[in-house]
């Protein structure tokens, strides 16, 4: 999912990001690139990383599976 935001306002160590709904969105300045000001054009892409949670999964089932077997 593409969301589409622009620099609203630069508020202290804060970002006010507005979509193209009008939904405001506060980032910190310091998770943004560089040089950006007020006024300019940002898209976030939201993707599920299902390999990341498969891995997760795996770990924790690994770790139940060790204390279960614990003589």
């Given at each position: 999912?593409?969301?589409k935001l622009t ?65």
């Amino acid at each position: 999912m593409l969301i589409k935001l622009t620099i609203d306002r630069l508020e202290g160590n804060k970002a006010v990001l507005i979509t193209q709904d009008g939904q405001a969105v506060v980032w910190p300045k310091n998770k943004l690139p560089a040089g950006l000001r007020e006024g300019s054009a940002l898209s976030f892409n939201i993707a599920e990383e299902s390999e990341r949670e498969l891995k997760d999964k795996q770990t924790a089932k690994d770790i139940i599976n060790e204390i279960i077997n614990q003589p």
